[in-house]
Structure formats: C-alpha cells, structure tokens
C-alpha cells in the first residue's frame, strides 16, 4: 500500500505505508505483549494494571498515538506530503474526538451510562465513524498512515482479548464494565473487544495521531518562518 506524494521541489515519489508503520507496529506489539505478560505476573499495578479499562497503567499502548502521529507527519512532509493547513488538521482531528468519545458514550452499556433511547447504539458508531473520517477532510496522506497503523496496533490486542475472555485471565483485557452482565462469551467478546478495539481504538488513533501530527506541522512552519525572519 502506498501514497503518492507531491511537492514544489522534488520529483513525484510514492511512500510505502506498510513500510512507514512497520517498526512502530512492531515496537506496539512489543509493548502489548509487555503488558499482558506483566499483568499475568501481577507486576506492580502502577505499571501493569489488571482493573477494568487497563486503570492508566503506564505501560500501554494508548500514548503512541500521540508518538507516531508526530513521526509519520514528518516523515510525510519530508516526501513533500505536507498538509495544505497544520490548523485546520488540528481542529478537525479535536471536532474528531469529541465526535469519537461522545459515540463511545452513548455504544457503552445503559447499565454502565444509565442513558437509553431507541437506536443509541447505532448514532453512537454513527458518531465514531464520522469523528475519524473528519481527519481525512485535513491531511488525508497521515489519516491514511493512522488508519493502517490502527489496525496494526488493535489487531494483536482483539487476539489477545479473545483468549483471555474465553479463559477467563486475570488481566484488564477480559474485564468488562463493572456491574454489566454479558449472555455469552461472544457477546461479551464483541462488545467489550471487538466493537472497542476495531472501531473505538481505531478512530481514536486516528485523531489523536492527526491532533499531534498537525501540531507538530504548525511548530515546524513557525520555526521554519521564524528562521527565515532572521535570515
């Protein structure tokens, strides 16, 4: 899979996004089986937290997001695949998050967010879609790069959700909500792992990879004009 890139002062050149997500998929996958092997362990909590959500364990894969959306934009922008405006990516990529967690709010359990109306669920992920397609609308090159990465993060955790519920571990990653019941395996499977990892997580990085790639465009012009004023 690959993006064409374009710019005023170089010839056309393709980037690879299998080949731009490899490592940092890679360190992710490291990351995640870190986690679940410190979970199993009972390391310390603080880093290895088994509660319900993961409890801002520190060792994690969330933060990455905000990591290599900054390492893919620029790497994007040295090939000359630039956004037309670093503003604009971060305001789309905030509107996106909003839309994102207001859609996991309303896709949670009613036992766990005590709202229900008919069809929440469905305007929830209406919601989700929506908020991390508002970053293509940006930079559509690194929303693309953040898509694929995404999957590449959240695929490895969905399989490992899946084997830690149907076996029940004792790890954060077969715990639902509190206090919500679940009929069957598979249901709990699809809406604590699936739903979550394939559609949340996704979007989420998404817009959190757009939010820091955008700001670090906006710090690069700054510097970049503030150079030029000196020159």
């Avoid at 859609?103 to 229900?116: K, S």
């Avoid at 019941?181 to 699809?190: D, I, N």
Wanted: with cysteine; net charge positive.
């Amino acid at each position: 899979m690959a993006v064409s890139s374009h710019s005023s002062n170089s010839p056309s050149t393709r980037i690879n996004i299998t080949q731009l997500i490899l490592i940092p998929s890679v360190i992710t996958l490291a990351i995640t089986l870190l986690r679940l092997v410190g979970e199993l362990q009972h390391w310390p909590t603080v880093l290895f937290s088994r509660s319900a959500g993961g409890g801002g364990a520190i060792i994690g894969i969330t933060w990455l997001a905000f990591v290599f959306g900054v390492y893919f934009a620029l790497k994007l922008a040295s090939a000359g695949e630039a956004p037309a405006s670093a503003g604009g990516t971060i305001g789309f990529a905030i509107l996106g998050l909003v839309l994102v967690f207001g859609g996991t709010v309303l896709v949670a359990p009613a036992e766990a967010t005590h709202i229900t109306f008919p069809g929440k669920e469905i305007v929830g992920l209406v919601l989700m879609v929506g908020g991390a397609a508002l970053p293509f609308l940006a930079w559509r090159a690194l929303s693309k790069v953040l898509l694929a990465y995404g999957y590449a993060a959240r695929i490895p955790v969905l399989i490992i959700m899946y084997f830690s519920i149907k076996g029940n571990w004792d790890t954060h990653y077969s715990l639902g909500p509190p206090g919500v019941e679940f009929s069957s395996v598979w249901s709990k499977f699809l809406l604590i792992a699936v739903l979550p990892q394939m559609i949340f997580w996704v979007a989420f990085t998404i817009c959190a990879g757009s939010l820091a790639g955008g700001i670090a465009m906006l710090a690069t012009r700054r510097r970049k004009d503030t150079a030029e004023q000196a020159a």
